[in-house]
């Protein structure tokens, strides 16, 4: 007797794995030899040929299996008492096809449907082995599951069904119960999400691809305590050596254009769930949120810009959806290179004896960067919960202050010392201050002290006007920024003592040598038309 199938949507999908795993067992020289799945698909009663998978789906299907299957055992083999997650596990027989510890407990998680229908087929099940019919998505499902043993999650087939919000909000939940262990999932790119309604597979089942994932480093800083161990192109696994001809020369093709290469890749993650600080910011403080996340993301790329180790620990203490700024790996480099350049300029103005003032710090580690003389005396100064939150994330050093303050506050400089040489920085602060305000502190400084520098980024009006718009740390925060700068010169006029020494524009950058040539060259030649330039830059002064 046959087993008649009625499932939809996504759920239809779980058939095509099958079937592409019994025409593998059929193979003579099978990749993955799974015999259950050969035997399954004489006691369903479906077509599986209307499924209309291409054989470059199935060889992906294969090869993703085989792969998940050898980091599983290996798992297994380092941690024989560890708890299993397979979620989402559809009518995938990783359960029976591996040699499972009496010692581990594994289950399998699915809508109910779904493990109804494999318990019809699954009669026979060892003792350390159960199903949970549920939503991944849900919460009490967690419940069941025992906690302080080595966890492994994995999940295949799953990510790219789910929102980006319901699939990040499942990885912090799993980090968060099971505190230590490992995770492996397949993925797709954001582009390949968007391809994917012309497969003919998926319109046929009535499934849609709904989250891509770009850089997986973006997991590791919205999901505190995931640290990626590798990513692998489905299309350079080791078995794709024992595919017909056919596909192992798609596989080579692919495997040549970057853009295929990484459409669909496993990534494994190692975890270990660690407390974090509940950070609750909105408008212009909350923006420094998106630049430390930028600042940690350059510094888990191949090759950072800026490297702020500090960054990426701060991030991963804080307990904040940075997926809320829309932003990854792409929007990176005016933050880093920016940062990278008035870094520059501050080691090259620092002198013994010095006051500098960090005006409008965030969470920056520019002190830590930096590390100046210690005999200068370094004050970081900020809204009072930012300061605050600064303290908990960053230990106490000698010489280094914090002033819990709003930089227009008219008092602000009345408990410094104002009779040393003063330099002043400020970065992603003036465009969020008024006119009046930002020139009135700006007189205060050089009331306040008897000489010194000023460094600072500052936008052009045109700048501000983008940036309200366009800028998605911005407009994704709630912010508004109001003052720009178009002629530098002008400060000098409105604030006595102040004399422009230069100014800086992101196209100066010798940074932009790692972008590939059409880019540099774009860029480059924008920095030739002033309106462009003057955008975003930093600015210089002495008085």
């Known amino acids: 007797m046959t087993e008649q199938i009625r499932l939809t949507g996504a759920q239809q999908t779980l058939l095509g794995p099958l079937y592409a795993r019994a025409l593998d067992n059929r193979r003579p020289d099978p990749v993955l030899g799974d015999e259950t799945a050969d035997r399954l698909l004489d006691e369903i009663d479906f077509d599986f040929r209307s499924l209309h998978m291409s054989s470059g789906d199935r060889m992906a299907v294969i090869l993703r299996a085989k792969q998940l299957d050898d980091w599983v055992a290996r798992y297994l083999c380092e941690h024989p008492d560890a708890v299993v997650l ?36 699954y009669p026979q099940t060892p003792a350390n082995y159960r199903t949970i019919a549920t939503s991944v998505t849900e919460q009490d499902w967690l419940d069941e599951i025992p906690t302080g043993r080595p966890t492994l999650i994995v999940a295949e087939g799953l990510t790219m069904y789910l929102t980006e919000a319901d699939g990040v909000a499942l990885l912090r939940r799993l980090v968060e119960r099971f505190e230590t262990g490992e995770m492996m999932f397949d993925a797709a790119l954001p582009w390949t999400v968007s391809a994917a309604r012309f497969s003919w597979f998926l319109q046929r089942t009535g499934a849609t691809f709904r989250w891509g994932i770009g850089d997986p480093h973006t997991l590791e800083l ?26 192992r020369v798609a596989a080579k093709v692919m495997n040549s254009i970057p853009a295929l290469r990484k459409a669909l890749r496993l990534l494994h993650f190692s975890f270990e769930h660690r407390p974090r600080e509940k950070v609750e910011l909105t408008g212009a403080q909350a923006t420094m949120l998106a630049t430390l996340y930028l600042r940690a993301l350059d510094n888990r790329s191949a090759e950072p810009v800026l490297g702020d180790r500090h960054a990426d620990e701060a991030v991963q203490r804080i307990d904040f959806d940075f997926g809320k700024f829309k932003m990854g790996a792409r929007n990176t480099g005016s933050v880093t290179i920016r940062a990278k350049a008035l870094d520059r300029w501050v080691e090259e103005a620092l002198r013994p004896g010095m006051t500098v003032l960090h005006l409008g710090c965030g969470l920056d580690s520019r002190f830590e960067r930096v590390d100046p003389p210690e005999d ?5 100064i900020d809204q009072p919960d930012v300061i605050e939150l600064r303290r908990r994330l960053f230990p106490d050093r000698p010489h280094h202050h914090t002033i819990g303050s709003s930089v227009t506050a008219p008092g602000l400089l009345d408990d410094i ?5 003063v330099l002043v920085v400020a970065e992603g602060l003036t465009m969020y201050l008024s006119e009046s305000d930002g020139l009135a502190l700006l007189r205060r400084i050089t009331e306040h002290f008897p000489s010194g520098e000023l460094l600072f980024d500052a936008f052009s009006s045109l700048g501000v006007r983008v940036s309200n718009r366009l800028n998605p740390a911005v407009v994704h925060a709630g912010a508004h920024l109001q003052w720009g700068i178009d002629e530098p010169l002008s400060l000098e006029s409105r604030v006595p003592g102040l004399r422009f020494v230069t100014e800086w524009s992101f196209t100066d950058a010798p940074e932009l040598d790692r972008y590939p040539w059409p880019v540099r060259a774009a860029i480059r030649g924008s920095g030739h038309i002033t309106a462009v330039r003057r955008l975003g830059r930093m600015l210089r002064y002495r008085f």
Do not use: N
Not at 96 to 115: C, E, G, N
């Open 222 to 247: 919205r999901v505190p305590g995931l640290r990626l161990s590798q990513e692998l192109p489905m299309v350079d696994l080791p078995d794709a050596a024992k595919l017909a001809a056919a596909d």
């Open 376 to 380: 200068v005396e370094w004050y970081d």
């Open 417 to 421: 010392p104002g009779d040393r040489t």
């Open 86 to 121: 397979h979620l989402a596990c559809g009518l995938d027989s990783r359960a029976f096809r591996l040699a499972i510890p009496a010692s581990a407990q594994w289950y399998d998680i699915d809508l109910p449907d779904v493990i109804g229908l494999r318990q019809r087929l």
